[in-house]
């Protein structure tokens, strides 16, 4: 765990030389000690990223002036600094199935992901004792095709009133309407149970068994109102063979999408993933 006094800085800008000198300058000239720092210049966007995990910082608020002025010099995208051990509030998203949302709360609550769960939304009943047995309010919103739209309108008044700062889709077996995304842009992880592009749609590992695939593997992304085609933050695989069932395929991708998932969430919520046009830079 992070020091009480570890603060994080992220950053994007224009590509140019001197990003590195300038903020590790700033940085030393106020006497911070960094920890750790990683980078990325990419090619085709002609864009900056870095992540500054520094320490030693009993008072941040001097940089606050000559960050700006910084920020401005390099024509900052955005950049954000926060304190390492604050955990972002994360409202979790389900419907029947449940292995996702059984290792989020599991890994939160051994403190293996830095995050607060003050909520969890359904459409279905089936996880209110869970999410009680957690200390955690559940919320079931029932949805139709009428009633999508009040859904959702219910469901951002829970994230403004919870000032929630992310959005995860534990197996959210529903369609977001481009409103809820473009509300939340940025801020809605999903899990697809399919490595993607392949195996779109109902059933995929069904889908799989049919085609005797040899691997299998799942995908978090960001949400986008284009369905399944939101900038990929982490995809993993697992090999499977012959003599595996469908059922066994399902099992087998059940644990790869809950690391998945899980490996996601961790990297948001330390501040090490860059949306980047259409993809993502993950500082993993």
Known sequence: MPANDDHILTLSCPDKPGIVHAVTGLLADHGFNILDLRQFSDKNSQKFFMRVHFGQADSVEKLDEPLKKLSAELEMDQY??????????????????????????????????????????????????????YGIEFHHLPVTKDTKLEQERQILDLIKHNNIELVVLARYM????????????????????????????????????????????????????????????????????????????????????????????????????????????VFN
Not at 101 to 116: H, M, V, Y
Not at 196 to 225: C, W
Not at 255 to 276: D, I, M, P, Y
């Open 80 to 133: 954000e600094l926060r304190p390492a051990s604050r955990k972002p509030r994360v409202l979790i998203m389900v419907s029947k199935i449940g292995h996702c949302l059984n290792d989020l709360l599991f890994r939160t609550k051994t403190n293996q992901l830095g995050i607060e769960i003050p909520i969890i939304v359904s459409n279905h009943p089936e996880f209110k004792t869970l999410a009680e047995s």
């Open 174 to 281: 529903q369609v977001l309407s481009p409103g809820l995304c473009e509300a939340m842009s940025g801020k809605i992880i999903n899990i697809h149970h399919s490595f993607l592009p392949s195996f779109k749609g109902a059933k995929p590992y069904h889908q799989a068994f049919d085609r005797g695939v040899k691997i299998i593997g799942a995908t978090a992304h960001f949400v986008t109102a284009d369905l399944d085609e939101g900038p990929i933050i982490e995809q993993r695989v697992a090999r499977v063979d012959h003599a595996m069932s469908a059922k066994e395929l399902v099992e087998e991708g059940s644990n790869v999408e809950s690391q998945v998932l899980a490996a996601a969430v961790k990297w948001w919520s330390e501040k090490r993933v860059f949306l980047n046009q259409h993809k993502t830079v």
